[in-house]
């Protein structure tokens, strides 16, 4: 089978050049797109299975073909893994004739699957994980970082809190490579708006009880409390500082990282307050409520940013394919750096030559549960963080691929 | 390369709020390897479903209100009889077959019984954790002047300790207990004497059950309620065990509160270690004292 | 008298010339066959369950934590490729001469202990090692040492290659097989054999038990090192997910599925959960579920294991109902049959 495969190649690469344009030539192969994700642990509620559903209605929508093939979606769980999600693109790739692989959440596993992707230049849409790295040191010409990084959730989240008067901090940090590079990127701009990291702790992964670490936090007397960790970690720790009475003795949490489903888990009552930043909420205007709905008939549940991306970046990279009329990894991409964004989520949104799409970032607030009026109604949206002050400079970029002037 | 040592001691009422949580912390500790003690000190089986019959006990007491409007109070008592139920079905239809063979069988099968019963948890309920609410009665916190103390905290450690000791008395002083300990040492001879031995092994694993369970209620509404919530504490509440000596009551209760405190210096001081400390003190007991403070002689 | 563990007894007869002659001629087709990747991670598991068998059959202990010597060679050989710049082999000798150095350190400290007490110390060191894996900066935390390069081997194979890295892991495999095999098959193995079945007489008739177990430990450690080493090449990763003791727990798996104690039943056990990990992967939770079944099925019913259950019913087949059966005398000699 693979034989056949590869003898289908090389005739259908024979043809390629013969017929002498060497640019725009699809390979005559469905397009796959291989949504991978964390379906059965910690982040299944951010990605998971609404991811892929996400990309299906992205197919869907471009009527299920494109340049003349059609377009499949497959899925896969990698498991918060690196080995396993490198397996599983290698094996897609190799085998199964996968073009491009949408999501993975975990930004260890994004970082394994990048360098794979990078080798074999196939397209890798981003839009679970969350390190800056991936369109810094480690930053691709095929990948594209779709949704947001710990660069904007650092500059949305603690820059808008300094901005409110929270000067003093205390980290609450998850002890891995995720959780120090949001404490870091956030202590950053809470040192430059003039505010005091007064100090930090670091978690193990995985704990269940917070109480010791919120003790502390309580008595450095820090205004803010950021918690630099996610999933299960972010919603225990809210949890348990209420339990504390932690808000309510005058200093104010800081999820550094928060999805809706994680206020969905929490309910208003324990998560009101909470500041956040987002790329997108499914109640900010017209177009996000009728695509939200869609989506959430089929869920029972709020999309998350991570979904609503998977929508918008596999409908990008397929207008892209049938505007260069190529599947080609590389080529796609420079076709979707040409093409403006716009879609339910992103207004004039650029993808740059690091990988990094530039968007808009929102700043939301979640209600208390009287302010809240029907289903869902759970965020307040405080501010609009624009693309510019949201990412990275190119200017302070680590990326090999940015041309320094 | 290693995280910050926290060389600089906190003032003490910092300090005694710290050892407070670690013996709440203790408290759990203390309640899910005594229920391991009692298995292995009666059964001779190391009981690696501990950790899913935990989550069970969550979980009971998460569907009663979610589906059948049964409050906390109950579910302390509904959830204990049915996940201990559940476990006496276990005890006959697997794990009685293993009575004769090596310790690791009874060990590679209760970790067996442990994945099936997780995985078919994840299935249906991911990995994301479920809320229950701490109960009405129990809300708010009392100022003790060092620390504010949440009062369901408060209950933990009474009811745990009320648990134990309970346990101990029942073991080590009553009747039953006494015949429970002469079955363990001299099975035959006890069931000459006209007490149903196999009987009394059931029902003995299912109280040990049953005490995962209700600490599984009593966990329900400060940690997370999740599939995974056994999986993540069973090797702790192993190392606990052992580091008590295997088959002692007063062993693992002693070594789970102390733990627990251990535990919460731990995280004042080196908080990355605290999951791993438990392991060091494990490996040094385990080479130093192998049948643990208060244990039989390996 | 808490019956043991099934030891080698009839099971460590090799497999017949026939059977050997299909799996090597198998061995050689397979790249051609199956996605290149997927049978060398079956080979290094492989490997892995063969040495951690040497452990646990042959000597009779089980061990909780032999991910460490398997997750810490795959990290020094992934970091030394990488950073050193050293080629494959070098690697690959660096990796499991670390994981050699552990397995006496650890070695010593826990075989002073005896059946679960043994294990339970070997968890401990792990979880320690786990731990340090996490800290320490050169090992890339939950991020693992990634982009490692497989290099070219003598100076002119390049290891890119699928094919050319296959045959290269086979031939580690093999050199690894053979190791083991050697070992059992030798005056050394007899007296492994002889202190499983019953310590204290070995003791007796002079033979320092604690010495040969160490030595079977340090072997049995090593030769997981190069498992783990091969690996990270392999898949150009090394990563936490090697040190867990999730992967202590499928060793065990890999052994008991396979049959505890006999020449080509780990082999086949890490054939067999590699096969589930990779085909059944879409079915997520279901996996664990499987998992636990199987772990429930094969030590209640089938405890002698796959291979372990097909040769003792070959044997039946192959002798009459006659009593005299070399299936019956030897387990005569050791008492009752397990199961």
Redesign the interface.
């Given at each position: 089978m693979r034989f056949a495969g590869l003898v289908a190649t090389i005739g259908l690469a024979a043809t390629a050049a013969w017929s002498g344009t060497a640019a725009a030539q699809m390979s005559g192969k469905p397009i796959k797109i291989g949504v991978l994700s964390d379906?059965?642990?910690?982040y299944?509620?951010i990605g998971?299975s609404g991811s892929v559903l996400a990309a299906q209605m992205a197919v869907k929508d471009m009527g299920g073909s494109v340049a003349g093939v059609p377009v499949q979606v497959v899925?896969?769980?990698h498991q918060n893994?690196?080995?396993?999600g490198?397996?599983?693109v290698?094996?897609w790739i190799?085998?199964e004739g996968v073009d491009a692989v949408v999501d993975v959440p975990t930004?260890?596993v994004a970082?394994?699957v990048q360098?794979v992707m990078k080798e074999k230049q196939k397209v890798f849409l981003i839009s679970g994980a969350a390190a800056s790295d991936l369109t810094g040191k480690a930053c691709s010409p095929t990948g594209v970082h779709w949704t947001y990084d710990t660069y904007a959730l650092a500059h949305g989240t603690g820059g808008a809190l300094v901005k409110q008067g929270g000067d003093t901090w205390f980290f609450i940090t998850a002890?891995?490579?995720?959780g120090h590079a949001l404490q870091r990127d956030t202590a950053d701009v809470v040192t430059k708006a003039g505010g005091k990291v007064l100090g930090s702790?670091?978690?193990?992964?995985?704990?269940?009880?917070f109480?010791?670490?919120l003790?502390?936090a309580q008595?450095s007397k820090a205004k803010i409390i950021g918690l630099a960790n996610a999933?299960?970690d972010t919603?225990?720790s809210i949890?348990?500082a209420a339990?504390?009475?932690i808000v309510s003795?005058g200093q104010r949490l800081a999820g550094l990282l928060v999805f809706i489903?994680d206020v969905n888990?929490?309910?208003l009552k324990a998560a009101q307050g909470l500041v956040l930043t987002s790329a997108f909420y499914w109640d900010q205007n017209d177009a996000t409520r009728a695509w939200s709905k869609r989506f959430t008939e089929q869920t029972h549940k709020p999309p998350t940013m991570v979904q609503a991306g998977v929508y918008g970046a596999v409908s990008h990279y397929l207008k892209a394919i049938a505007a260069a009329k190529t599947d080609d990894g590389p080529k796609v991409v420079a076709e979707m750096r040409k093409l403006p964004i716009n879609d339910f989520m992103t207004k004039n949104g650029k993808l740059r030559e690091d990988g990094r799409v530039m968007r808009d970032m929102y700043l939301f607030q979640v209600k208390s549960p009287a302010e809240s009026k029907y289903q869902f109604d759970y965020f307040k949206q405080l501010a609009t963080i624009p693309a510019e002050q949201a990412f990275r400079p190119l200017s302070e970029s680590e990326c090999p691929l940015v041309k320094k002037g | 390369m290693f995280g910050a040592w926290h060389i600089a001691i906190p003032p003490l009422p910092a300090l005694m709020a710290q050892l407070l949580i670690g013996l709440i912390n203790g408290a759990f500790y203390a309640m899910l390897s005594l229920g391991l003690a009692v298995i292995f000190g009666m059964l001779n089986i190391i009981n690696f479903t501990h950790g899913a019959q935990y989550m069970l006990g969550a979980f009971c007491a998460f569907l009663l209100l979610n589906q059948l409007g049964i409050g906390y109070w109950w579910a302390l008592a509904v959830a204990p009889i049915l996940v201990g139920a559940f476990g006496m079905g276990l005890e006959r239809l697997f794990i009685r077959h293993l009575y004769h063979l090596d310790h690791l069988y009874g060990l590679l099968l209760t970790f067996g019984l442990g994945l099936i019963i997780e995985g078919l948890f994840r299935q249906e309920w991911g990995s994301a954790g479920l809320p229950y609410s701490i109960p009405d009665a129990l809300t708010g916190a009392h100022n003790l002047g060092f620390m504010f103390l949440p009062n369901y905290r408060a209950w933990v450690i009474v009811a745990s300790l009320a648990m134990c000791i309970g346990t101990w008395f029942v073991i080590e002083r009553t009747r039953l207990g006494s015949y429970l300990r002469a079955a363990t040492e001299n099975p035959t001879l006890v069931q000459a004497m006209g007490i149903n031995v196999p009987r009394m092994i059931t029902l003995t694993y299912g109280f040990g059950v049953a005490l995962a369970a209700l600490a599984g209620v009593m966990a329900a509404p400060i940690y997370q309620v999740s599939p995974l919530m056994g999986s993540n504490i069973i090797i702790v509440v192993f190392a606990v065990v052992v580091i008590g000596g295997m088959g002692s009551i007063v062993g693992s209760i002693v070594s789970g509160f102390v733990l627990g405190l251990i535990e919460g210096l731990t995280k004042v001081f080196y908080p990355e270690a605290s999951a791993t400390a438990i392991f060091v003190i494990m490996a040094i007991v385990l080479l130093v004292k192998p049948a643990g403070f208060f244990g039989r002689a390996v | 008298m808490r019956r043991a563990l099934p030891g080698p007894g009839v099971f460590s007869l090799a497999p017949g010339r026939a059977v050997g002659a299909a799996l090597a001629l198998l061995a050689l087709a397979a790249p051609f066959l199956f996605y290149p990747v997927f049978v060398m991670k079956a080979l290094c598991f492989g490997l892995f369950a063969c040495a951690f068998n040497l452990l646990m059959g042959y000597v009779g202990l089980v061990s909780f934590g032999h991910a460490a010597f398997f997750g810490w060679a795959s990290y020094t050989t992934a970091y030394s490729v990488k950073y050193f710049a050293l080629g494959p082999i070098a690697g690959i000798l660096a990796g499991t001469a670390v994981a050699a150095a552990m397995g006496v350190v650890f070695g010593w400290l826990a075989i002073r202990r005896h059946g679960i007490y043994f294990a339970m110390v070997t968890l401990a060191l792990a979880q320690m090692v786990y731990f340090v894996a996490l800290e320490v900066k050169a090992t890339g935390g939950e991020d693992g040492i990634q982009a490692v390069p497989r290099g070219t081997l003598f100076g002119f194979i390049d290891l890119d290659n699928p094919y050319a890295m296959y045959y290269f892991v086979l031939a580690i495999f093999l050199v690894g097989f053979a190791i083991i095999q050697r070992t059992i098959h030798s005056p050394f193995g007899q007296v492994l054999k002889a202190i499983r079945e019953n310590e204290p007489r070995a003791v007796s008739l002079g033979y320092r038990t604690e010495r040969y177990k160490l030595l079977a430990f340090i072997l049995s450690a090593t030769l997981s090192g190069l498992a783990g080493s091969t690996k990270s090449l392999v898949f150009q990763l090394a990563s936490l997910t090697d040190v867990h003791w999730a992967t202590s727990g499928d060793v065990v798996l890999m052994t008991l599925l396979g049959g505890i104690g006999t020449v080509l039943g780990p082999v086949i056990g890490a054939a067999i959960l590699v096969s589930m990990e990779n085909y059944l992967a879409e079915l997520g939770s279901w996996v664990t579920v499987i998992q636990g079944v199987i772990f429930v099925v094969f030590v209640l019913v089938f405890r002698r294991g796959f291979v372990g259950e097909i040769e003792v019913w070959f044997r039946r087949r192959k002798q009459s109902t006659a009593a005299r059966s070399p299936v019956s005398s030897a387990s005569a000699a050791r008492g009752p049959s397990p199961g």
């Amino acid at each position: 089978m693979r034989f056949a495969g590869l003898v289908a190649t090389i005739g259908l690469a024979a043809t390629a050049a013969w017929s002498g344009t060497a640019a725009a030539q699809m390979s005559g192969k469905p397009i796959k797109i291989g949504v991978l994700s964390d379906m059965s642990s910690l982040y299944a509620d951010i990605g998971g299975s609404g991811s892929v559903l996400a990309a299906q209605m992205a197919v869907k929508d471009m009527g299920g073909s494109v340049a003349g093939v059609p377009v499949q979606v497959v899925s896969a769980d990698h498991q918060n893994k690196p080995d396993t999600g490198v397996a599983i693109v290698r094996r897609w790739i190799d085998q199964e004739g996968v073009d491009a692989v949408v999501d993975v959440p975990t930004s260890s596993v994004a970082l394994a699957v990048q360098q794979v992707m990078k080798e074999k230049q196939k397209v890798f849409l981003i839009s679970g994980a969350a390190a800056s790295d991936l369109t810094g040191k480690a930053c691709s010409p095929t990948g594209v970082h779709w949704t947001y990084d710990t660069y904007a959730l650092a500059h949305g989240t603690g820059g808008a809190l300094v901005k409110q008067g929270g000067d003093t901090w205390f980290f609450i940090t998850a002890d891995y490579a995720f959780g120090h590079a949001l404490q870091r990127d956030t202590a950053d701009v809470v040192t430059k708006a003039g505010g005091k990291v007064l100090g930090s702790v670091d978690v193990p992964l995985n704990n269940a009880d917070f109480s010791s670490f919120l003790l502390q936090a309580q008595q450095s007397k820090a205004k803010i409390i950021g918690l630099a960790n996610a999933g299960g970690d972010t919603i225990n720790s809210i949890k348990q500082a209420a339990e504390f009475g932690i808000v309510s003795g005058g200093q104010r949490l800081a999820g550094l990282l928060v999805f809706i489903s994680d206020v969905n888990s929490l309910g208003l009552k324990a998560a009101q307050g909470l500041v956040l930043t987002s790329a997108f909420y499914w109640d900010q205007n017209d177009a996000t409520r009728a695509w939200s709905k869609r989506f959430t008939e089929q869920t029972h549940k709020p999309p998350t940013m991570v979904q609503a991306g998977v929508y918008g970046a596999v409908s990008h990279y397929l207008k892209a394919i049938a505007a260069a009329k190529t599947d080609d990894g590389p080529k796609v991409v420079a076709e979707m750096r040409k093409l403006p964004i716009n879609d339910f989520m992103t207004k004039n949104g650029k993808l740059r030559e690091d990988g990094r799409v530039m968007r808009d970032m929102y700043l939301f607030q979640v209600k208390s549960p009287a302010e809240s009026k029907y289903q869902f109604d759970y965020f307040k949206q405080l501010a609009t963080i624009p693309a510019e002050q949201a990412f990275r400079p190119l200017s302070e970029s680590e990326c090999p691929l940015v041309k320094k002037g | 390369m290693f995280g910050a040592w926290h060389i600089a001691i906190p003032p003490l009422p910092a300090l005694m709020a710290q050892l407070l949580i670690g013996l709440i912390n203790g408290a759990f500790y203390a309640m899910l390897s005594l229920g391991l003690a009692v298995i292995f000190g009666m059964l001779n089986i190391i009981n690696f479903t501990h950790g899913a019959q935990y989550m069970l006990g969550a979980f009971c007491a998460f569907l009663l209100l979610n589906q059948l409007g049964i409050g906390y109070w109950w579910a302390l008592a509904v959830a204990p009889i049915l996940v201990g139920a559940f476990g006496m079905g276990l005890e006959r239809l697997f794990i009685r077959h293993l009575y004769h063979l090596d310790h690791l069988y009874g060990l590679l099968l209760t970790f067996g019984l442990g994945l099936i019963i997780e995985g078919l948890f994840r299935q249906e309920w991911g990995s994301a954790g479920l809320p229950y609410s701490i109960p009405d009665a129990l809300t708010g916190a009392h100022n003790l002047g060092f620390m504010f103390l949440p009062n369901y905290r408060a209950w933990v450690i009474v009811a745990s300790l009320a648990m134990c000791i309970g346990t101990w008395f029942v073991i080590e002083r009553t009747r039953l207990g006494s015949y429970l300990r002469a079955a363990t040492e001299n099975p035959t001879l006890v069931q000459a004497m006209g007490i149903n031995v196999p009987r009394m092994i059931t029902l003995t694993y299912g109280f040990g059950v049953a005490l995962a369970a209700l600490a599984g209620v009593m966990a329900a509404p400060i940690y997370q309620v999740s599939p995974l919530m056994g999986s993540n504490i069973i090797i702790v509440v192993f190392a606990v065990v052992v580091i008590g000596g295997m088959g002692s009551i007063v062993g693992s209760i002693v070594s789970g509160f102390v733990l627990g405190l251990i535990e919460g210096l731990t995280k004042v001081f080196y908080p990355e270690a605290s999951a791993t400390a438990i392991f060091v003190i494990m490996a040094i007991v385990l080479l130093v004292k192998p049948a643990g403070f208060f244990g039989r002689a390996v | 008298m808490r019956r043991a563990l099934p030891g080698p007894g009839v099971f460590s007869l090799a497999p017949g010339r026939a059977v050997g002659a299909a799996l090597a001629l198998l061995a050689l087709a397979a790249p051609f066959l199956f996605y290149p990747v997927f049978v060398m991670k079956a080979l290094c598991f492989g490997l892995f369950a063969c040495a951690f068998n040497l452990l646990m059959g042959y000597v009779g202990l089980v061990s909780f934590g032999h991910a460490a010597f398997f997750g810490w060679a795959s990290y020094t050989t992934a970091y030394s490729v990488k950073y050193f710049a050293l080629g494959p082999i070098a690697g690959i000798l660096a990796g499991t001469a670390v994981a050699a150095a552990m397995g006496v350190v650890f070695g010593w400290l826990a075989i002073r202990r005896h059946g679960i007490y043994f294990a339970m110390v070997t968890l401990a060191l792990a979880q320690m090692v786990y731990f340090v894996a996490l800290e320490v900066k050169a090992t890339g935390g939950e991020d693992g040492i990634q982009a490692v390069p497989r290099g070219t081997l003598f100076g002119f194979i390049d290891l890119d290659n699928p094919y050319a890295m296959y045959y290269f892991v086979l031939a580690i495999f093999l050199v690894g097989f053979a190791i083991i095999q050697r070992t059992i098959h030798s005056p050394f193995g007899q007296v492994l054999k002889a202190i499983r079945e019953n310590e204290p007489r070995a003791v007796s008739l002079g033979y320092r038990t604690e010495r040969y177990k160490l030595l079977a430990f340090i072997l049995s450690a090593t030769l997981s090192g190069l498992a783990g080493s091969t690996k990270s090449l392999v898949f150009q990763l090394a990563s936490l997910t090697d040190v867990h003791w999730a992967t202590s727990g499928d060793v065990v798996l890999m052994t008991l599925l396979g049959g505890i104690g006999t020449v080509l039943g780990p082999v086949i056990g890490a054939a067999i959960l590699v096969s589930m990990e990779n085909y059944l992967a879409e079915l997520g939770s279901w996996v664990t579920v499987i998992q636990g079944v199987i772990f429930v099925v094969f030590v209640l019913v089938f405890r002698r294991g796959f291979v372990g259950e097909i040769e003792v019913w070959f044997r039946r087949r192959k002798q009459s109902t006659a009593a005299r059966s070399p299936v019956s005398s030897a387990s005569a000699a050791r008492g009752p049959s397990p199961g």
